[in-house]
């Protein structure tokens, strides 16, 4: 037989889509399948048999055609197709705010009041005292003034659309000053310069890359200036002969000339790190009690709730940016007023935050407790008494990550994991792809799992995906 003859032989073979959903109807598996999937699946299958075949690409062997392997691949095409595609995964990587990993975990107390909310109806934009129409943002701002000293608030999307819409408002069409020092990017696509363009504000830099003195400011000021703008250094650092003006002084500037002031602290965080051991941030109320008319930081970094951008300050800028249309276009939905809520209301404690908060909890936690994890992972792992798999404990550092802080760095212990015969490379992709995925990293040829952002009941996955990659070899 020529090729062509094969082809046609094997095409011939092909069984009709009929025929396969007959079968497919049998199946102990898939009979419960709803049969809207099941003609999908089953025509996805058979079609691409039909185009391996003609392409030709793997010499379709014929056993390829019979019914037990396309039931299988029908199994495969219903689970994939009915699985998520966003799944939850195991961070093994001691990155604390990981943008990658989805940054904050929310705490036990936001997710209960998500569930509550998602499945209801609300009070969202109902003023239940009046009986008529409310306004979205008030389940909130009373709080974040509460907590941050500030006179409004406001919450939308996420900081990027908070600082564009502070920009839109307060500086279309005029200069806004900023340091050159602080002209950043963060993470992918934000660039401070950029969004200053779209938003119609006019980039007037001013001073050096290290070094800004109050006069650069000072001289730069012009009939059409709108705005000094300070932007927090989130994931750099100059080292050295550098000069900074600080925020209270630029405040004292915008007094002197009738000029707002904004800060983009970019995190934000409403605790001061440094009673932890951890080092100085500035928080959201120390810029609040410097005067400054309006300041933005995220809800998923180091404030530990779902992505937002949330604004506060003074009541006439906030008023501006609350009348700004654009702001509709960024307005938060009731889940993440919902879970912002209860995460804002723990802050009300200190204490209760640290210890209930995911992100403030890894980040605070004590080096004993991580020891303690290593400690029970090595166990398990030990227990699978596999002499090819050894490990070795690792002093290493945990960042707080989300394109944020780079010297919130704190100590660490790490489990490295290497297998006789399985290069680290291979074990980092098997763990990649198991279900739920574990994320760790590679140094030295060894796989790195830090325990700091491990939580106590993924020991048992991860001794699992060892046990099954051992079995594999
Ligand atoms: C992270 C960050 C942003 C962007 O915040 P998102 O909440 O991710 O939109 C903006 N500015 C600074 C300084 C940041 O660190």
Not at 33 to 40: D, F, G, H, K, M
Not at 48 to 70: E, F, G, M, Q, V
Not at 366 to 383: C, H, R, S, T, V
Request: hydrophobic share 40%; proline share 4%.
């Amino acid at each position: 037989m020529t090729e062509k003859e094969i082809k046609q032989s094997l095409l011939r073979q092909l069984p009709a889509v009929d025929q396969v959903l007959e079968a497919a109807k049998q199946d102990p598996f898939l009979k419960d399948t709803s049969r809207a999937i099941l003609v999908r699946c089953v025509r996805s299958v058979v079609e691409k048999l039909r185009t391996d075949i003609i392409a030709d690409k793997k010499k379709i062997p014929a056993s390829r055609l019979s019914h037990s392997s396309l039931l299988e691949n029908i199994k495969t095409a219903v689970t994939d197709l009915l699985s998520p595609n966003l799944i939850r995964t195991v961070n093994a990587t001691g990155i604390i705010v990981h943008t990658n990993l989805g940054r904050s975990m929310l705490c036990t107390e936001a997710i209960d009041h998500m569930i509550a909310i998602a499945g209801r109806y609300s009070n969202l934009e109902y003023d239940l005292a009046l009986g008529k129409r409310g306004s979205r943002y008030a389940c909130v701002e009373d709080m974040i003034c509460e907590l941050c000293g500030s006179q409004a608030a406001l919450v939308v999307n996420n900081n990027a659309g908070a600082v564009f819409l502070g920009l839109e408002t307060i500086a279309k069409n005029k200069k806004v000053i900023i340091s050159r020092g602080e002209l950043v990017e963060i993470g992918g696509s934000f660039r401070i310069p950029d969004v200053m363009a779209k938003s119609g504000a006019i980039l007037k830099e001013v001073g050096t890359t290290n070094r800004t003195h109050l006069s650069d400011y000072e001289s730069a000021i012009e009939a059409d200036t709108g705005l000094l703008l300070k932007v927090h250094k989130s994931n750099y650092a100059i080292e050295g002969f550098t000069a900074e003006v600080s925020l209270r002084m630029l405040v004292e500037l915008g007094e002197k000339y009738t000029l707002p002031v904004m800060e983009d602290l970019g995190s934000g965080t409403l605790i001061d790190f440094s009673k932890y051991g951890l080092l100085k941030e500035p928080t959201v109320q120390e810029s609040v009690s410097s005067g400054a008319d309006i300041v933005t930081f995220s809800g998923d970094k180091l404030l530990g709730g779902p992505q937002a951008g949330i604004i506060v300050g003074k009541k006439d800028p906030l008023e501006q940016i609350k009348k700004n249309p654009l702001t509709r276009a960024l307005r938060v939905d009731k889940l993440t007023f919902a879970a912002l809520e209860s995460t804002l209301s723990l802050y009300r404690d200190e204490k209760i935050a640290i210890a209930s908060i995911p992100t403030l909890r890894m980040l605070t936690l004590p080096l004993e407790m991580i020891e303690n994890k290593a400690k029970q992972l090595a166990e398990l792992l030990a227990g699978l008494k596999e002499p090819k798999l050894s490990y070795t404990f690792l002093q290493l550092t945990s960042r707080a990550g989300g394109g944020a802080l780079p010297y919130l760095t704190v100590p660490t212990v790490c489990l490295g994991i290497k297998i006789h015969k399985i290069s680290a490379n291979s074990i980092e992709k098997f763990m990649r792809g198991n279900s739920p995925p574990i994320i760790g990293r590679l140094e030295n040829d060894l796989f790195i799992m830090d325990l700091r952002t491990i939580l106590e009941d993924e020991l048992s996955i991860i001794k699992t995906a060892f046990a099954n990659l051992l079995n594999k070899a």
